[in-house]
């Protein structure tokens, strides 16, 4: 355990001393803000219409949770940013070392290639869980001006947190593959929007081929996180996908010591 804690603070450490870490805080950042911007907007708008109209027919306007609503709409949004953020984070993990050389040291350390692979993905998810904090400041903003329902905020969060660590465990294990990371980079955010395709497939599908299409949509098992409701079965299915993900990677990195 200790070996995995020592390749976190290191990997951590890579990421804060060069600006990637802060180039892609900063976009995350905008483009969060600018969304729930977006999302509060058309959800006011869409309120003050609603209680107009309600005044128009002489009655009240109907009650309508805004907080539930732009917290929904806010976290659902952040799944397609993610797809484009996950990469700029993975891209570097494995091919960076591999292109320095540094892949031989770590391997021939006195640490096993598992701890080696596990502290790289906790590194990386630990990066992303900090950039998943940095959304609770436009969140705040619903608990200042409004009362929302934190269960179903909390529930979002950890499908949020669980469908990232599956896209940072593929987007580990394409770096796995080449030495350049911008390759890495472009087949992980094109290996992400094929993930992200099954969805669309899945919807103009019919009979089994569309639940076949539906399990293995990423996007279709967030749904139920991003409503509120917590099941084992979507979980498995984010946990099996992330362990996928380490073990290829673990495959990858042990073919380079009989490679040579």
Same mark, same amino acid.
């Given at each position: ?25 900063? *976009? ?52 397609? @940013? ?11 993990? *494995? ?78 294990? @394409? ?6 990371? *911008?390759?890495?980079?472009v087949l992980s955010f094109g290996t992400f929007m094929l993930l992200w395709l099954i969805s669309v ?16 949509? *990423? ?42």
């Amino acid at each position: 355990m200790k070996n995995i804690i020592a390749i976190v603070q290191r990997e951590l450490g890579m990421y804060f001393v060069s600006p990637v870490a802060y180039v892609v805080l900063t *976009i995350f950042l905008f483009l969060s803000g600018m969304f729930f911007q977006t999302v509060l907007s058309e959800v006011m708008r869409a309120s003050m219409m609603q209680a107009m109209q309600g005044a128009q027919m002489g009655q009240g306007a109907p009650p309508m949770d805004v907080p539930g609503i732009v917290s929904r709409n806010f976290l659902s949004s952040m799944s397609v @940013i993610l797809l484009f953020m996950i990469p700029m984070i993975t891209m570097a993990l *494995i091919s960076e070392e591999k292109k320095r050389g540094t892949i031989e040291l770590l391997l021939t350390a006195p640490i096993t290639d598992a701890q080696v692979i596990l502290g790289k993905f906790f590194a990386a998810g630990s990066f992303f869980a900090i950039m998943l904090l940095s959304t609770w400041i436009p969140m705040a903003v619903l608990y200042i001006f409004g009362h929302p329902a934190s269960a179903p905020i909390l529930t979002a969060y950890l499908g949020l947190l669980l469908y990232s660590l599956s896209l940072v465990s593929i987007g580990m294990f @394409i770096s796995s593959l080449t030495e350049n990371q *911008i390759v890495a980079g472009v087949l992980s955010f094109g290996t992400f929007m094929l993930l992200w395709l099954i969805s669309v497939m899945a919807n103009a599908a019919q009979g089994s081929y569309k639940a076949v299409l539906s399990y293995l949509s *990423i996007l279709d098992h967030l749904d139920d996180f991003m409503k509120g409701v917590l099941s084992s079965s979507n979980v498995i299915f984010y946990v099996s996908l992330a362990f996928v993900g380490v073990f290829l990677t673990y495959r990858s990195v042990d073919s380079l010591r009989w490679r040579g």
